[in-house]
């Protein structure tokens, strides 16, 4: 009944049937499901951190919590404005440390670092999500994005170009994609971005 409320977006109606439920089943798996099932009512009731305390406990009842927990309870920490962006940064931190190095999880801490400026952090992420992926092109241009907010303009050029090395090493067929097709414009866009004069001038 509770989900049924949450689909129907009367959250305020779902928590007490989760509640009852809570009382009756503390801990276990269905525990585990009560408490996340509470953090997204919260969550549509506007009472992020709440939803964040409910996402925490899912985490510590389950046994072996998805991707998707960490990923709630940092999405709840981000709607509460940003002096919560750290926490939510440590709750994704959390789960890469428990799980391992799903994509999932970093790419969404990395833009976390981006937003909160902390630009040497989302290079270092950067470098960890390149390291676990047999693909680097997008994320040495991702790369030449940080390094060109970050000021470091000769840096940001290496990127690009060595993105394009690493993208006419692959194979015709892999650069026939639409993906790649884009991604190898925009990098030469940058380029050209990076060595005009006004860029030049406004840098």
């Known amino acids: 009944r509770a989900r049924n409320h949450l689909e129907w977006k009367k959250p305020a ?3 007490p049937e ?5 009382e009756t089943r503390p801990a276990g798996q269905l525990a585990t499901i009560a408490h996340e099932v509470r953090g997204h009512l919260l969550t549509a009731a506007s009472r992020p951190l709440e939803a964040a305390q409910e996402f925490s406990a899912a985490i ?5 919590p998805s991707p998707d927990l960490y990923m709630h309870r940092a999405t709840a920490l981000q709607s509460a404005g940003e002096a919560h ?10 789960g890469i440390g428990r799980l391992g190095p799903v994509i999932s999880l970093m790419q969404p801490a990395l833009e976390l670092e981006i937003r909160l400026k902390r630009f040497d952090a989302a290079l270092e992420r950067i ?3 390149r390291a676990a992926l047999p693909r680097a092109e997008t994320w040495l241009a991702r790369r030449g994005e940080v390094l060109v907010l970050a000021g470091r303009r000769e840096e940001a050029r290496e990127s690009f170009v060595e993105a394009l090395a690493k993208i006419a090493a692959l194979t015709e067929r892999q ?9 190898e414009k925009g990098i030469l866009e940058r380029l050209n971005e ?5 860029f030049i001038a406004s840098h």
């Open 127 to 129: 470098e960890r999500i």
């Open 85 to 94: 962006l750290p926490q939510a940064i440590l709750s994704l931190d959390e």
């Open 13 to 15: 109606m779902g928590l």
């Open 175 to 183: 650069r026939s994609t639409q993906a790649v097709r884009q991604l």
């Open 60 to 64: 510590e009842l389950a046994n072996a």
């Open 18 to 22: 989760i509640e009852r439920f809570l």
């Open 194 to 198: 990076l060595n005009s004069p006004s």
